[in-house]
């Protein structure tokens, strides 16, 4: 899936050809079918013609008997490649869709939230990958019938003219469900979105709620949608229910008046007995055409439910450049020129010039809100400002191919996704060809081996047979970085769970095992700030100051700011996402 926003028809169309060999495969039991059922009428036709007129009936009986034997395989066959294309064209819309959402940046920068993200990627792909299979079936039912009529006129025109006359009428009906049902759809669509969303949310939040005793308003909250989405759903019901009725009172009708049309030309010597069963069986042939009110209903859910992966993998991505490895492993000079990053219509930094020096051990020290985590995003590209440049001993990241760039900047995180694998999988996660040594070293600097060792199985130790306390998390968070041997680290706010002896012996070890590299710390303890070499003070998105802690400490603004971070209340645990 490329970068470019595709349209909805584009979309489904390269899902659907995404496993061409089985795609191509199911288009020829298709025509294949569609032959054998056009010709079992005019087969049945010459079998009856011959009974009546006493012929051998050996030659009708076992082309007839070939077709039903062609028809059965083909069924199979069509069953298999079917499943098949409409497995490959689901998978790869799927992949397409989370490499979107994963490269869509940090929460501010995405359109869609968790719970709509998960209804597009679970349903609404399922829809959209059997889309050109439904749009196959439907083309073929129509060219089928098409075929039907003109088998009718061939037979002779009235019972054709008479059939074509009821087509307005239908075709109308058929055009209003469609529109209808499709719009009802989406929106159906998006209210699931928003009710998988707000439970996600609350389930993240799940200790808040019952320490708060607001279980139930939650669950009012969660629901909310619930009445809408009802609403939609019976819409989309009576509008079928309508049709349904509708198409139930032309069709029969179409049909009688043809077979009338039919029976009096046998009356009047132009067709033939035969060529009356002939007839019924166009005729049935001919109102496949028309009975496609569940087709078009799966085509109506199928289009829908494309443009929400299609809006979804619309959204932009990080575009990575080309520049590899230079060789180098020493720190990185960091610098920051003339940054802006806006957040809505809020501007979280403005006009940022900051030069870190290769080695350099940086605090980034400012109110709550006021942009310390942005600006700690930018240097690996987790964001990209919205003005201005970051560059990595002078060259621009954003020309840096992803695997170097990660090579050159390590990550560790306040709330670390820990993923369900063993402790070793975790900490060697961005460098799986890590050693044991390398991964036990990379512990024991973040305080994690003590802890680590005591699980049932150490290092193979699979985390969901590990509850982990807020600070373990952070640990190992802390290890995957330190692990990860890049030129530059960033801790965004990594150390805020530990305690002050354990955050005291990470900073030390970070100081010590890190001499060289560009270290990076997102602080809100007046701690972490002092073993910094240098701190950029941020307010207001600006840079207020850049100096040594010391230097700053004589601001009592300066130290307000660690006043009001030892404030907050931090949770004990942090549970894997």
Request: charged letters at 20%; aromatic letters at 4%; glycine letters at 10%.
């Amino acid at each position: 899936m490329t970068t470019s926003t595709r349209s909805v028809p584009r979309l489904l169309a390269a899902a659907a050809l995404e496993a061409r060999g089985w795609f191509a495969l199911a288009v020829l039991a298709s025509i294949t079918d569609a032959a054998v059922t056009l010709a079992t009428p005019a087969l049945l036709a010459r079998a009856l013609d011959d009974a009546l007129a006493h012929r051998p009936l050996t030659g009708p009986v076992s082309a007839l008997a070939a077709a039903f034997a062609v028809a059965t395989g083909v069924a199979v066959v069509h069953v298999v490649a079917a499943g098949t294309s409409g497995a490959a064209a689901t998978g790869w819309l799927r992949r397409g869709l989370v490499h979107r959402v994963l490269g869509a940046g940090l929460a501010g920068q995405r359109r869609h939230a968790a719970g709509d993200v998960t209804g597009r990627l679970v349903g609404s792909c399922a829809e959209s990958g059997h889309a050109g299979l439904t749009v196959l079936d439907t083309v073929m039912s129509v060219a089928t019938s098409i075929v039907g009529v003109v088998s009718l006129w061939l037979i002779d025109w009235r019972p054709a003219v008479t059939f074509l006359l009821g087509l307005p009428p239908v075709y109308v009906v058929l055009r209003l469900f469609f529109r209808r049902s499709s719009s009802a759809l989406t929106r159906y669509q998006e209210l699931q979105g928003q009710v998988a969303d707000r439970l996600i949310e609350a389930l993240g939040g799940v200790r808040t709620i019952r320490a708060s005793g607001t279980v139930a308003a939650e669950t009012t909250r969660v629901l909310e949608p619930l009445p809408e989405l009802s609403k939609t759903g019976l819409l989309t019901w009576h509008l079928q229910r309508a049709t349904a009725w509708q198409m139930g009172l032309l069709l029969p009708a179409i049909e009688i008046l043809v077979l009338a049309v039919s029976g009096y030309g046998v009356v009047a010597g132009r067709i033939s007995s035969g060529e009356l069963v002939a007839v019924t069986g166009y005729v049935a042939i001919a109102l496949g055409l028309l009975q496609q009110v569940d087709a078009v209903g799966e085509l109506a859910h199928s289009v829908a439910a494309g443009r929400r992966v299609a809006e979804a993998v619309g959204q932009p991505v990080t575009l990575a450049g080309e520049r590899g490895s230079d060789g180098s492993t020493a720190g990185c000079a960091v610098s920051f020129r003339g940054v802006r990053v806006l957040a809505g219509d809020r501007v979280v930094l403005d006009g940022i010039d900051l030069e870190i020096p290769a080695g350099t051990a940086l605090a980034v020290v400012g109110a709550s809100g006021g942009g310390k985590s942005s600006l700690a995003a930018l240097v690996g590209r987790l964001h990209d400002p919205d003005q201005g440049a970051v560059l990595l001993d002078g060259v621009p990241v954003t020309e840096f191919t992803a695997d170097e760039l990660s090579r050159r900047v390590a990550y560790a995180f306040e709330r670390p996704a820990l993923f369900d694998d063993t402790i070793r999988a975790t900490i060697a996660l961005a460098r799986p060809e890590a050693t044991q040594s390398v991964i036990e070293a990379a512990a024991r600097a973040a305080g994690a081996d003590d802890f680590i060792r005591r699980l049932p199985d150490g290092y193979d130790t699979h985390l969901a047979a590990a509850p982990l306390s807020g600070g373990e998390a952070q640990r190992l968070g802390l290890a995957r970085a330190f692990a990860q041997d890049s030129r530059v680290v960033v801790l965004d706010d990594a150390t805020s769970s530990l305690d002050t002896v354990t955050e005291a012996r990470v900073t030390q070890a970070l100081h010590s095992a890190f001499t060289g590299r560009t270290r990076i710390m997102v602080a809100h303890r007046a701690s972490t700030a002092a073993r910094a070499d240098l701190v950029a003070w941020l307010a207001d998105g600006r840079i207020r100051a850049v100096a040594t802690h010391a230097e700053l400490w004589s601001d009592q603004e300066y130290r307000a700011q660690f006043a009001a971070a030892s404030e907050s209340v931090e949770e004990e645990t942090c549970p894997i996402p």
